[in-house]
């Protein structure tokens, strides 16, 4: 009866193989690669983030460069997403929903970014923010791409242009630069955590994979 | 552009305003316009303009539609394109608008003829641009953190038109700002690049005419980028000799691209690059060890990356650095060969030993120093000599015998291993056969057969040959196992001796030479030929060998080409051995030029003319006819000479007629005054009247040639008239004869005929012998007619002497004459003489003259003319004339000398009144 099974699903495949149409294959395999780029792209902006950061911390100048700096998340602070999601607790989403929470969450911190460069004074340093800025918009598109290509909606939010934060702004200057250095700490986390989780899925959709996928979806 | 046409505008309608008759100080206003305004056309599309005129303008002017005139620029449009669309509306058309240029201008004719202006537009003719094609980016890192895409197109046609090209690019959802490029229409730079999302490139070509849009280009722009070759590479040299280790930095940081790489490297001096294997590379990192190279040897690196999947592009090569490896102990002996001058003694040689510098792949480091050991093998008991050389030759002195001599390099790591050269005592071994020479290309090949028995190696040693220096000798070791080897460095055009030994493990064959041109020319210059001998018909043509620098190559033969002026050339071909020629069957008396011609394989030369005359007369031509003509000339002469010897007598009458002996003469018979004299009869008989008919026989002849004078046959004619007159009178002749002159006598002649008859004076007859013709002055016997006494003691001796003679002594007795008178003078005095009036001839004509002038001016005796005649003569010519009385001039006596020679005479014989005629 397997082995009838096997074999029935096999002819089926071959007899579907060449009505496949060309696209679904290029798709299939634009998954991986563009799951690659996006890893690419996360370890990219881990890179920019961690020399943007020291300067920018250094912009805010003490005591916000220092190393050992590790000051209290206020609560005005939580109006940025958050990464600290216990770690077995994100391992047990779904792709798709660890995808969203990443699209969602780089939005969100693309906005408070975009909002952040427009304030900084030194134009070298409103330059890298720029690109940063830029490759983060780039980040959430690629997001977006991988998650189109495997086949998953876009979380509705605040997707294309991200909307301006509604919460007034910081009472002092102290506090928006508390502001700041978490956005960019959170920042660190959430790239650091999607390196992860793209290098997992990079993992989970290899060549082979996709094939047999098309296969299923040939049925 | 508008406010810019509506000046023109304004400026055509102010013309018609000013004018229109109705215009004055209205608004300027114009009479019509076109439209449309300012069209921009595409080129070769149809056209139509239409131009409408204002209704105020009909009422004034009269002007309608129908009058409208089109122009472009100054050039009316033909008729056939307007249509009248109504009365105020004209239409041109235009099937290709390339036919137009601006402006075109709508006229009108105006009052008659009046051609005015009412508007005008530009007309700008493009094409709307090309789609772009062939775009193409490269993301080129610039520092660090910076890099920049640059991305190329192809613009298409030009549009003639302003069109602006833009480079567009973006993500999904995102547009960047446009790229617009400076300056240029076919790239763009963009600054500010996103890695790792794809964007969506794409180039828009705008103009007036039109849109374009390239094909887009999507592209992750880290797949494209040129990265920033290494810096700072470094190369050091590792532990084994073998092996250098290259470091570097990369620009670009492992989370942007990971990179691979390209190590190149190439010994210094080499052109030809090595590559590590790229898959030794492929992987990220900051150094490499390079393994498999030569000790001590300096090499040059080189580096580039790209991003490690290949995907992108090379940098550039990076800086060259150099290494060097550590040095090694050679690899092998030096070559070793021995050049051995037995010229001071055969038994005791003097030997050189050379030996080649190890290259710098043998010699794996500085060679220190050379060890040479020689060991003498005919005696074992000989110890072996050792001996440290820093040069690369050694000289020895040795006597004869076999020798082993081995060779270490030496360098601070260690010895190279030996090589061994045996000298035997003869090269009695078998030689290499069949020596031969190829040139191949640049090189020379070498080839030879080797001989039966197994050969070590060969030594081949070869030398430029020139005629200035000795040959330097190089060499070279070649393998038993080959039969030929390509020498390098040979020079074409040049002389090589190749000499080959085959060296044993027991002996030495005795070289074999062979001489090559790696390549030949023509001559440099051609032989220099000279003739050595030039004969009739033949010529002897020598030249001297060409030098060996001169020859360029094997001569093959020379050839002589000659030829006269106009003839044709002749070609002869001379065995390159010889340095001589004959010619022969040349045209005898003929310019001939010739020249020589020196041939080798690839060519002659010719060298300069020579020129020669082959002689008129063939070597004893001259000979045979001199010789001959001289000997019958001599015959001839001689045959002359015997003939005038047996005829002397006839001559002897014809040339020296015999003159009465006027010691002979019967004076005493026609001189009353004068007694007879003793011997008288005999005299008379001894001179009897026949002998006076070969006198006359000389007369004759005179005659018959008519070159004597009257005055000249004077003397014959008196002597005719004293004979047939006063039959064998006499005087005293001899002593006095000399001692008178012969004008005096001459004169006595001629006055002889008038004294003889007016006066009773006694002459002195006289005899004259004539000088015959022209020829040398004869003597002349005069025969005085002086009153003058003759003294006994002059007069006897002369009797006495010519006395007693026969006809036979008459020429004697002219030279008693002398003889007698003359004691004093010798006899070359009188030859003297001779000589002298001979070369005189013509001056003695003067000379009589003086004389005689002389005589008149001092008109004394005797004694004093004789000394006036010594002044007037040198004192030999008068002492030899005393006695000979030789006088040419009497011949030709002058009628002057006539005149005066009685006032000399006469008083004369007055004052010698002591000599009164007897």
Redesign the interface.
Known sequence: GDSWGIFTFLCAALCNLPALPALNCSEELGAGQSIQQTYDLTRYLEHQLRTLAGTYLNYLGPPFNEPDFNPPRLARAERVPSATVDLDLWRGLTDNARLAANYRAYSRLLCYLRVLDGQVGTAELRHRLAHFCASLQGLVLSIGGVMSSLGYPLPAGPAGPPAPPGTPAAPNDFLKKMDDFWLLKELQTWLWRSAKDFNRLKKKVPPAVVTLRLEARGF | MFSRWNWVACGFSLVLSICSPDASGGLVQSCGHIIPESPVLALGSNFTALCILNESCLDFGNIYASQIIWKIKNRVVPKEQYREINRTVSSVTFNDTSSLATPLTCNILADGQIEQNIYGITVTVGLAPEKPKNLSCIVHQVSRFTYVMTCTWNPGRHTFLDTQFRLRYS????IFPDCIPKDVNNSCSVT?I?????TEIWVEATNALGKAESDPLVV?P?DIVKPLSPQNVSVSSGVLPTVLKLSWENWI?G??MTLKFNIRYRIVGDTNWMEVPSEDTASPRTSFSVQGLRPYTEYVFSIRCMKEDGVGYWSDWSEEKTGITTEDQPSKGPPIWRIIDKSHSPACWIVHLIWKALKPFEANGVILQYEVTVRDKSSLSAPVKKYNVTSTNHTLQLREGTYEVTLIARNSVGASPPSVLLIPASNSKAPVKNLRTLPKQDKLWVGWTAPNSYVLKYVIEWCLVSSSSDCIIEWQIALGDVQGIELKGIKPFKCYLITVYPLYADGQGSGQSVKAYLKQDRPSKGPTVQTKKVGKAEAVLTWNHLTVEEQNGFIRNYTILYKTIDGNETVVTVDPSKTEYTLSSLTSDTLYTVRMMASTDSGSRTGPDFTFTTQKFGKGEIEAIVVPVCLAFLLIVLLGVLFCFNKRDLIKKHIWPIVPDPSKSNIAQWSPQVPAKHNFNSKDQMYPEGSFTDVSVVEIEADDKKSFSEQDLKPFDLLKKEKTTSEGHSSGIGGSSCMSSPRQSVSDSDEGETTQNTSSTVQYSTVVLNGYRDQTPVQVFSRSESTQPLLDSEERPEDHAGGADSPAQRQQYFRQNGGQDEINTDRPCFERTKQITHANEGDLVGFVQLQISGQSSQPLGLGMEKNTQEAALSNVLQTCTEGQTVRPETVEENPLSVDEMPKCYLPQTVRQGGYMPQ
């Open positions: 993500w999904p959802g995102e500010d996103q890695f790792f999302v794809n992750d880290i940081s989370p942007v």
